[in-house]
């Protein structure tokens, strides 16, 4: 497939996860990639070069505004104006409610959602400016509630009710706006909540399995699927949706 010819994508948080499958597949089907990290991106640039992909990779802090901006602007400069953005970039802070605290609140929604909003509200101009846009965020099946992640919860949540607005005001642009909510997937994140609760990642992965109608646990491959597909055309009348992406669980 060849869905992305021409159009620049910039993905952030992609240096690991389901942003470098993300940004990965994005490139394979055409199109040329702002590889967006707070930590060198080089593993996924080879992985994309290796792919006959296109790509550049751009260290940003997506709480910080300025720094989003000048990212922004660079790409831009260097790859074409963007017409796709993935706010992929996110971090867990876990701890049950009444000891959580306000350091952890604060990171957990400065990353998930407020890094979410400062992207959105840069690329929207290019975006506008062209009459043509797709910003797809990632949401989490833990948005529903989940035992000691009030704050990842609460950003996740927040994703959705950002995406909901975005695609009534951004519509009349031509500008698509949905969200993906996965739910267990194996990357470096799940290993890190396995570690906290002082089980191997495949032994933690083994007990969600059992829970989850699909009898096992997503893969980032199949996420970046799915938002390839809302940032696609195939999906040109889809907007202010959160597509759940977690094996059947409830
Ligand atoms: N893995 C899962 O099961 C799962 C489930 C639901 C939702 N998600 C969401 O999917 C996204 C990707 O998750 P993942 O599992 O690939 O995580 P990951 O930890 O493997 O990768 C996250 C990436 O985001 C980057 N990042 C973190 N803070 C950043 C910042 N301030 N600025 C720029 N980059 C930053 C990290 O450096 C890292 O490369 C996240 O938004 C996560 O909340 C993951």
Redesign the pocket.
């Known amino acids: 497939m060849d869905r992305f010819t021409d159009k620049v994508a910039v993905v ?8 470098a499958a993300t940004a990965l597949r994005l490139a394979v089907e055409g199109a040329t990639v702002a590889v ?4 060198t991106p080089d593993d996924t640039l080879a992985l994309i070069e290796r792919a006959g992909g296109t790509a550049r990779g751009y260290v ?4 910080d505004r300025s720094s989003v901006q000048a990212v922004f602007d660079k790409a831009a400069s260097e790859l074409g104006d963007p017409q796709i953005l993935v706010n ?5 802070r876990d701890d049950l409610f009444f000891r959580l605290t306000e350091d952890d609140w604060n990171a957990v929604l400065a ?2 959602l407020t ?1 979410a909003y400062h992207c959105a509200q840069v690329a929207q101009k290019f975006m506008v400016a062209q009459r043509y846009g797709k910003i797809v965020s ?5 948005a529903l509630g989940n035992r000691g992640q009030a704050n ?1 919860a609460a950003a ?1 949540a927040g994703i959705q009710g950002l995406t909901a607005t975005l695609a009534i005001e951004l519509g009349r642009y031509n500008i698509n706006v949905n969200a993906v ?5 194996a ?4 290993a890190a909540t396995a570690t906290r609760v002082g089980m191997s990642a495949e032994d933690h992965q083994k007990s969600v399995a059992e829970h989850t109608p699909l009898g096992r646990v997503g893969q ?1 491959e199949e996420v970046a699927a799915v938002i390839a597909f809302l940032a696609s055309d195939e999906a040109s009348y889809v907007s202010g949706q959160t597509l759940y992406v977690n094996g059947g669980a409830r």
Do not use: F, H
Request: net charge positive.
């Open positions: 952030t948080g992609a240096a690991q996860g389901i942003g967006l990290d707070r930590n940003c802090d997506v709480t992929n970039a996110g971090i867990t990353v998930n890094g990632l949401s989490s099946r833990s990842y996740k909510a996965p739910g267990y997937i990357t470096a994140m799940t980032p």
